[in-house]
């Protein structure tokens, strides 16, 4: 039987999912530092209708750590400064579907970037490549579902557990 502080019965460990964000963190880290030092140059111009978009190439595998960065700090706020028990497994569903989908999206946009160049991506003509961004966007927001659904039943737990 594990007590928080309080004297109350916790039905789970601590779960270390922030471990494992903030491993990821930087990771996505070091690959944008990767992409900066050696492709400081590169940049993805993404072409939609009329308008360009410029991004640098080291500008994504930033953004992905920022992601894993944010999921870090709020796991670890909640296990350790509100104490409340998430459901582990829903923790690791969520840490698998905020991953695979950042990865995969990246590993795409980097086996585009084929030159240390300017690479223009046209968006509006390539279905194939719009589809399987797409579907990895939907597994990453799935993964963000699943993510509220474990916040919000460890506080209504907790709530009525009293």
């Known amino acids: 039987m594990i007590l ?56 994504p595998p930033l953004i992905g750590g920022v992601i894993m960065l944010f999921f870090a700090i709020i796991y670890f706020l909640i296990n350790y400064l509100f104490k409340k028990p998430l459901k582990r497994i829903l923790s690791i569903i969520h840490f698998l579907l905020t991953l695979i989908p950042l990865l995969a999206i990246l590993l795409l946009l980097f086996k585009l970037d084929t030159s240390r160049y300017m690479n223009v991506i046209s968006f509006s003509r390539n ?29 209504f737990i907790s709530l009525y557990s009293r």
């Open 4 to 59: 928080d502080d309080e004297g109350f019965e916790i039905s789970e460990k601590p779960h270390y999912t922030y471990k494992w964000f903030l491993v990821s963190a930087i990771l996505f880290g070091f690959i944008s530092f990767y992409r900066y030092y050696f492709c400081g140059n590169s940049a993805f111009d993404i072409q939609n209708h009329d308008t360009y978009y410029v991004i640098p190439i080291f500008h």
């Open 127 to 155: 279905r194939s490549l719009n589809i399987i961004i797409l579907s990895f966007l939907g597994l990453f927001i799935l993964g963000q579902v699943i993510f509220l659904f474990n916040f919000f039943r460890s506080f």
